[in-house]
């Protein structure tokens, strides 16, 4: 019994160990062989508040690639350098967590300072930085999702700064984006005979969505389940398992994840019901290039393939992802660091 029992206070104590290491030993990324490389976490004080940026490269005479994530709210900073190895060869990949969202996220951001006109403004003040820091005229922009719409906005105001424009999973149009999801998720559950599903989908209605967070929640979850969002990765498990295994981030960065998650959603979600694109910017003054997802039901593909059929650019391509959903770049990495690689020597 004795023995028992200093079995478990050593477990316990191994566990209380393992839990504040988890929770409190500062964040780091990796290094990368080579006396010109660059690897580290940075925090930048951007549009009044502290924001972190993720910077990693093999050669800093590379010219720079900064992401922006989707949601708003879904950061990538704590699994991004599992997809992106073979762009660390040719770029300065930098990845950001966003105001409100990730290791950028503060109880302390008014939520007045939640939109569009204030991201452009953090976006712009970043690639400032980013210029000045490594001696650059101009960058490559990567937007995915709700990135894609702010990057729009980023290069129809300041084309001067951006070589390129990497569009992923283009939001095109705020209320036909949902309208042709929940058709699709109809249409799949009438055809498997979902009652749940149908019963969940009646009772949210048609877009525009009444209760914009927990309706669109209920949509997302269906549009999962029949493939329209993910179909060769799980993001969310990626997010779960590096908050407590990848040196990204800490098990406080994870807790800041859930909660910058749900203050971005109530203060966002929604916002982009005035959207149309095709509308209000049929025309932009950098190349563009349009990775779209066979399967991509959360930004319809069809809406992005309308778009960039009349979208007038200085040069426009679309690339299929013919195995992918909404996360072309993670789904198929290897094609979507060719990709750019081939839009950086097309640019040199």
């Known amino acids: 019994m004795k023995r028992i029992n200093i079995i478990f206070k050593i477990t316990l104590i191994v566990l209380i160990i393992f839990l504040l290491l988890v929770l409190f030993i500062p964040s780091r990324t990796p290094k990368i062989e080579g006396n010109n490389s660059v ?17 990693r490269g093999r050669n800093i005479n590379n010219p720079i690639l900064l992401f922006l994530h989707g949601g708003p709210g879904y950061s990538q900073i704590s699994y991004a350098r599992k997809y992106q190895e073979e762009l660390e060869d040719g770029f300065i990949v930098v990845n950001w967590d966003q105001r409100g969202s990730g290791k950028s996220f503060s109880l302390n951001i008014p939520k007045e300072t939640m939109n569009r006109e204030r991201f452009i403004e953090d976006g712009k ?30 290069i129809d105001l300041y084309p001067e700064k951006i070589a390129a424009f990497i569009s992923i999973g283009q939001v095109v149009n705020g209320v036909d984006n949902e309208t042709v999801s929940y058709d699709y998720v109809l249409e799949m559950a009438k055809k498997e005979n979902n009652k749940k599903a149908l019963k969940d989908l009646e009772k949210i209605g ?14 997302r979850k269906w549009l999962d389940r029949y493939g329209g969002v993910e179909r060769k990765v799980n993001t969310l498990k990626d997010i779960i398992l590096s908050s407590i295994f990848s040196p990204e981030y800490t098990g406080i960065d994870g807790i800041k994840f859930a909660l910058g998650s749900k203050f971005t959603a109530d203060t966002m979600w929604g916002h982009n019901n005035d959207l149309d694109f095709i509308r209000d910017l049929p025309e932009v003054k950098v190349p563009i290039y349009f990775c ?15 778009y960039y059929n009349h979208i007038i650019a200085p040069k426009k391509e679309i690339i299929w992802f013919e195995e992918s959903a909404h996360f072309p770049h993670f789904e198929e990495p290897e094609k979507f660091a060719q990709l750019a690689i081939r839009i950086k020597e097309s640019n040199e």
Not at 39 to 53: C, N, S, T
Not at 206 to 219: E, F, G, H, L
Not at 293 to 306: A, H, I, K, M, Q
């Open 206 to 219: 048609r877009p525009p969505y009444k209760n914009v967070v927990s309706d669109t929640v209920i949509q």
């Open 39 to 55: 690897a580290l976490i940075e925090k930048v004080e951007i549009g009044g508040i502290d924001q972190y940026i993720m910077i």
């Open 292 to 306: 779209v997802g066979r399967y991509d039901y959360n930004t319809p593909s069809v809406l992005v393939e309308n």
């Open 125 to 154: 003040d970043l690639i400032d930085y980013l210029c000045k820091k490594y001696s650059k005229e101009k960058i490559y922009l990567a937007g995915h999702s709700w990135g894609s719409e702010l990057g729009l906005y980023i």
